[in-house]
């Protein structure tokens, strides 16, 4: 429906959003390293290890120990580092370069870390209790980045975003818009689609949990629905130059008066 490309929103309480790029940097080396450099058989063996598979992580199914590479609990996050393609991988990370920065700053590093985690396996559950008998592998960062734009809805709803609409046509809007047709398609999809590659429900749960824990994470002074307008950095206001009026000299009287 869209493709976020920039928002307006300036850090206020950190000086960089350094968990959000190492978690960016982090789902790149992963994907390189079971992806375009790594061999058929390495690669398969990553997801079938690492990616989320409800039906072993509810215990109806169990897999060669030789492909276990972590505990079947730890798949819950691990899952979330894992991705199809550059296209899979872009389009998350994208979301959270534009969206990531700002709950980072609005929970500060380790709070954001957490909460990042925790979306991510609250959307592996979510998709797992949907189909607990799947033996098929989640992967993708889906889950955790559902969360933070829906962190993002509440913090910052009408903060300017530029967003490719349609895959063509760039709009600066209020991020209620894009974020709650966003919210509402990933919902409306888990009710009418359930089959499909997408993990819906792991979106959705991602939404969920991420819509409770900003409640609780941010720091106490960040307001939910900010109604501030925020000004981009590189638009500087000048104030307006005051004419200071000049004093009229008194005419000299005259005899005869003024004139």
Known sequence: MFIPLYDRNSLKHIRKQYVTIALILANIVVWLLTGPVASDQFANAAVLGLGYIPAVAFNFAYIDPASVLVPPYATYITYAFLHGDITHLGMNMLFLWVFGDNVEDAMGHFRFLCFYLLCAAAG????????????????????????VVAAYFLLHPKVRVWVLVFFRIPLPLPAFIPLAL??????????????????????????????????????????????????????????????????????????????
């Open 124 to 147: 592996a559950l979510a998709h797992g209790l949907i189909n607990p008998q799947s033996e098929a592998p989640l992967i993708g960062a889906s889950g955790a980045i559902s969360g």
């Open 182 to 259: 966003w919210i509402g398609q990933q919902v409306y999809m888990l009710v009418i689609n359930q089959d499909s590659g997408v993990s819906w429900a792991a979106h959705v749960g991602g939404i969920v949990t991420g819509s409770l824990l900003i409640v609780f994470l941010r720091r106490t002074d960040v307001p939910l629905f900010d109604r501030t307008i925020v000004t981009p950095k590189a638009v500087a206001h000048e104030k307006p130059e005051i004419p200071v009026p000049q004093t009229q000299a008194e005419p000299e009287p005259t005899r005869w008066g003024r004139s």
